[in-house]
């Protein structure tokens, strides 16, 4: 279970829309003066070179953030997220890509907490060290299952818990469904996102309904691929499944797509659905 590392992916299409999702949510709830929670449930390391080894083998990340590097987005929430990448990277090259709890840091005032668990023995320390210094932190070497049942709910009553495994093993569609219920049960004010791969329709599809079954109210379902659905193998898009919404998350996606879709793929197709009202 610990073979997955994100610095082969960084940046590529699924991170785009995960952080997409991410940063909408997180301006919504930095209208409000109150401090909220941010908990990353695999965090990851929190920051990648794309000029390093792993990430220059897999490429992924030209076919995501590097054919938005040069664009100059219209839809409020896209040129945001642009914005943040730019701003990681002062002098013009597109050489690093921050994670969800690097992405959170950057845009979280010194009174918002973040809580994160990674599990991973070498992504760890390296996420550690980058919240070292920040006040209203706690970075976790742990399960992000037990990870729910130590931190939360936390001191804030209001906040995000973006949920985005790997899904190496079958059984952790299962485990997030788990999870989710488990922190669900403890924090209902927070939205979730919870972000999942599309590789085989039917196993997505059994995946959503799962957490649709729940019975968890106000759901909200956000999806692009790239690529047509396949029955081989590798990743055709990814999407986010998101629990309590901003209202105006929604349509802020729905312009985001309708601008970025064909920017990384001439076919791609997406939808902006709630599954589940309030």
């Known amino acids: 279970m610990l073979s997955y ?7 590529n299409h699924a991170d785009v829309i995960k952080h997409l999702v991410q940063v ?14 941010y908990h990353d449930s695999h965090a990851g390391a929190g920051l990648y070179s794309l000029l390093a080894e792993q990430a220059q083998k897999t490429g992924e990340y030209q076919g995501g953030i590097g054919k938005l590097w040069h664009y100059q987005a219209q839809s409020p929430a896209l040129a945001h997220y642009i914005a943040l990448i730019k701003q990681l990277n002062p002098d013009g090259e597109l050489a690093f890509y921050p994670g969800s709890p690097k992405i959170a840091a950057m845009l979280l005032r010194s009174g918002d907490s973040v809580q994160a668990t990674e599990l991973h023995p070498t992504d760890y320390p390296i996420l550690a060290s980058q919240f070292a210094r920040r006040r209203h932190s706690r970075i976790e070497h742990m399960d992000a299952w037990a990870g729910f049942k130590a931190m939360l709910p936390p001191l804030h009553k209001r906040g995000l818990v973006l949920i985005d495994p790997p899904y190496e093993l079958k059984t952790e569609y299962q485990d997030v469904v788990t999870g989710l219920q488990s922190a669900y049960q403890r924090f209902p004010q927070a939205t979730y996102a919870i972000w999942y791969p599309v590789i085989e329709r039917a196993a997505v599809e059994a995946f959503i309904n799962a957490i649709v079954a729940t019975g968890i109210k106000d759901q909200l379902r956000i999806e692009y691929c790239p690529l047509p659905d396949s029955s081989g193998f590798g990743m055709t898009g990814s999407g986010m499944l998101v629990i309590n919404p901003p209202y105006t998350l929604a349509a802020s996606i729905k312009q985001a797509l309708a601008e ?8 791609g197709d997406y939808q902006v659905n709630q599954l589940v009202p309030q």
Request: aromatic fraction near 10%; proline fraction near 7%; glycine fraction near 6%.
């Open 5 to 11: 590392r994100h610095s082969y992916h960084a940046g």
């Open 24 to 37: 909408a949510i997180v301006d919504y709830l930095l209208q409000k003066d109150k401090p909220f929670c």
């Open 260 to 267: 970025l879709s064909p920017l990384l793929s001439a076919g």
